[in-house]
Structures are given as C-alpha cells and as structure tokens.
C-alpha cells in the first residue's frame, strides 16, 4: 500500500545537516514506525513520504519551516538556580525536560553566571535545514487503538 494518511510507516532515515554532519540515524537500528498524517514526524518529511511505496528511496531536504522552527531569540531566558531545585552542577551543555503552556520543551543551558542561569529553550535543530536519505522498509493500516491515540503501538511503545 501507499504512504497515505493514517497509514504506519516504517523507515529507515539518515539525518544530516547543512555540513553534511550525521545528526542521528536509524541505521543499524529498528527502524522509525510513525502514524502517517498525525504530525508524529516534521511535516516536511511526512510531506515528501506522502504516496510512497515500499522500497522507495528518497533524499529530501527540508527547510526550517517545515522542520523544527525557526531559531527564535525571545525563547532565551536567564532563570534562577532554585529553578533547577535538585541539580547539583550544572554546566553549559546540559539539557533537560521542562514543562511550559505548550507541552513538554527541551531546553539547553547556554550560560553560568553565579545563579543567574541562560537557558535555550530552542529545539536543538531550529534554524537548521534539514538533509534526510530515507528508505520505506514497510506501510500497513494502522489499528482502530492506534488511531484513537494517534500513535503507533510497535516496539517499546505500549499502553
Ligand atoms: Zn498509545
């Protein structure tokens, strides 16, 4: 079958940025199962996967915008050591899970300044175009409960 809404997708990806550096692969790992037309991946990958087949190889770059954002200045913050109640030591280059109006952000320190704390609270690629190579290893209909959660059941995701 062809990649089409609410179908799950399974691929094998290479990322690569704009220096031609790996970011992350899939290679030599399972490959990535999402549930196609449910914003599981960047829209502009899901985007060029759409009416694909099994066996299909693309390479696709994706701007910006249709990838993690633009970098965006005003989500810099300088906070409070007590914000981190709990680290111990905390150095520029950490990341870490914070909870904001929009959902769960990554964000990574930036600056140590006494207390005074500079956080990014940027994903990690924003700003960045993306390179994908990409391989369809498999496409097939997605579960009634897998289309209530709007995610795949495969692999180590259960409930
Ligand atoms: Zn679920």
Redesign the pocket.
Known sequence: MQVSENAVVSIHYTLKDDNGATVDSSIGKEPLSYLHGRKNIISGLENALTGKNVGDKLSVTIPPEEAYGNYDEALIQVLPREAFGGVEDIQVGMQFYSESPEGVQMITIKEVNGDQITVDANHPLAGQTLHFDVEIMDVREATE??LQ?G?V?DGS?H?
Do not use: D
Request: no cysteine.
């Open positions: 409960e897998e959660h995610h059941h995701h409930h």
